[in-house]
């Protein structure tokens, strides 16, 4: 399973971190966990959106959209 994103105006494959986890380049806190993703396990998927959307990262993304 592929995850893509656009680069310089070619699509190039996003790679999980040491943890397995895809993070969003463009939504931070938007975290995929591939395995969990691939073995249909979506309470472990769940988990990590949940972890991602909590994040210091998504907190100053949210804030900056609210002072937008």
Do not use: C, R
Request: glycine share 8%.
């Amino acid at each position: 399973m592929s995850f893509l994103h656009l680069q310089d105006g070619e699509y190039v494959a996003l790679i999980p971190n040491t943890s397995g986890i895809i993070e969003s380049q463009v939504f931070p806190g938007l975290w995929l966990d591939v395995s969990g993703l691939v073995a249909g396990n979506m309470q472990q998927v769940l988990a990590v959106l949940d972890k991602g959307l909590t994040s210091v990262e998504h907190q100053a993304f949210t804030q900056q959209l609210n002072n937008s």
